[in-house]
């Protein structure tokens, strides 16, 4: 198939991800199955959706890559092609800076900002991240608040999704890596009442 999508299970729940010729241009991060093709929907309208064999070579690489980062396992989704759409240049730019951080480590917004030459945008660093279409493919969940605290998260499950995630590939950080000298922060949970 040129196009299409594909619901897959991996050991967070159920994912999803969708393609036009061999990129990847939207992931959906475990959520039910309705949730899913919401966000398929919104993001590759009309994309069919696909069986296993359906998807070409590199999106199916893509797929089992994110099945492994997910159950624990030491992967890099470093090569897989992304088609970004209509992302602004700045967008491009942060996702571009997300996508070189390893599992296992993490920066900090104003961090991002630093690096690409924009002191002062962590904020708009924020509000890029928020729009990411492809969610673990660029490792938006590797960027924090300042002080170690979460940030925000828009996928499914927000925070606690980005805090599972943290926990999975906190196996793979390098011993002076962010995560043994920032220490990791849930925001205070709100009383129902």
Same mark, same amino acid.
């Given at each position: 198939m040129d196009h299409g999508y594909r619901i897959f299970d991996t050991a967070l729940g159920r994912c999803a991800l969708a393609w036009r010729g061999g990129a990847v241009v939207a992931t959906a991060l475990p959520a039910p199955e309705a949730a899913l093709r919401l966000a398929v929907e919104r993001r590759a309208p009309g994309a069919p959706e696909g069986g296993p064999g359906s998807a070409p070579p590199p999106v199916a690489a893509a797929i089992a890559g994110i099945v492994a980062l997910l159950a624990g396992e030491r992967a890099s989704l470093d090569? %897989?092609? %992304?088609? /970004? !759409? #209509?992302?602004? =240049? /700045?967008? $491009? $730019? %942060?996702?571009?800076?997300? $996508?070189t951080i390893p599992p296992g480590e993490t920066l900090t917004y104003g961090a991002v900002a630093d690096r690409l030459g924009e002191s002062g945008a962590a904020r708009a660093v924020g509000v890029a991240l928020g729009r990411n279409p492809v969610p673990i493919v660029v490792p938006c969940h590797r960027v924090l608040a300042a002080s170690g605290r979460s940030g !925000?998260?828009?996928? =499914? !499950? !927000?925070? #606690?999704?980005?805090?599972r995630l943290l926990s999975i590939e906190a196996r793979h950080a390098a011993p002076d890596g962010l995560f043994g000298t920032l220490p990791l922060q849930a925001p205070p949970r709100r009383r129902a009442g």
């Amino acid at each position: 198939m040129d196009h299409g999508y594909r619901i897959f299970d991996t050991a967070l729940g159920r994912c999803a991800l969708a393609w036009r010729g061999g990129a990847v241009v939207a992931t959906a991060l475990p959520a039910p199955e309705a949730a899913l093709r919401l966000a398929v929907e919104r993001r590759a309208p009309g994309a069919p959706e696909g069986g296993p064999g359906s998807a070409p070579p590199p999106v199916a690489a893509a797929i089992a890559g994110i099945v492994a980062l997910l159950a624990g396992e030491r992967a890099s989704l470093d090569a %897989v092609a %992304v088609a /970004f !759409g #209509d992302a602004s =240049p /700045f967008e $491009r $730019r %942060v996702w571009a800076l997300a $996508r070189t951080i390893p599992p296992g480590e993490t920066l900090t917004y104003g961090a991002v900002a630093d690096r690409l030459g924009e002191s002062g945008a962590a904020r708009a660093v924020g509000v890029a991240l928020g729009r990411n279409p492809v969610p673990i493919v660029v490792p938006c969940h590797r960027v924090l608040a300042a002080s170690g605290r979460s940030g !925000g998260f828009s996928a =499914p !499950g !927000g925070i #606690d999704t980005k805090m599972r995630l943290l926990s999975i590939e906190a196996r793979h950080a390098a011993p002076d890596g962010l995560f043994g000298t920032l220490p990791l922060q849930a925001p205070p949970r709100r009383r129902a009442g």
